[in-house]
């Protein structure tokens, strides 16, 4: 038998709503996490992520110093809402599959060749291959170093 490595141990909602690592961040939550490559740097007080389909400026209330200038940013399904026509603080996803479940729809797609879900309100219109603006809520979005994977903020 191997001995296993502890990577946090923490209450189940303090787990979810601050994991230590990506690797914790992957497994907490139904849905999982999604995880996307981005760059980041700081606006004034703020730090802002992008990728390729994304700009996300964060609140000023984040406290962040030697962000390194590539980050993988985490966003829990629930965290994103939409379809939205505004473009501030959005992703855009192309959709490929919808789960409807009766107390959310799921909707998966891809952003930038990254697999992606959302949990949105079950009454929502979403449409299979079509491009659609989801809003980010940023006071959850997560941000890993891409190499050691621990959680920035």
């Known amino acids: 038998m191997k001995d296993g490595v502890v990577q946090q141990y923490a209450p ?52 962040a110093t030697d962000i390194p200038p590539h980050v993988v940013v985490g966003i829990r399904p629930e965290d994103l809402d939409g ?23 799921l909707v998966y797609g891809s952003v930038a060749g990254s697999q992606i879900v959302a949990s949105l309100d079950p009454h929502r219109q979403v449409d299979l291959d079509t491009e659609i603006h989801l809003s980010v809520n940023v006071d959850s979005v997560h941000a890993f170093d891409p190499i050691t994977h621990l959680t920035l903020f």
């Open 12 to 63: 189940p909602q303090r787990t979810y709503d601050h994991p230590t690592n990506q690797f914790v961040a992957s497994f907490i939550g139904s849905p999982g996490m999604n995880f996307l490559p981005a760059d980041s740097r700081m606006e004034g007080n703020r730090i802002t992520v992008i990728g390729e389909r994304f700009v996300i400026r964060l609140p000023e209330s984040r406290e």
């Open 83 to 105: 379809p939205v026509q505004e473009t501030t603080n959005t992703l855009s996803m192309t959709v490929s599959v919808k789960e409807q479940l009766g107390h959310s729809l």
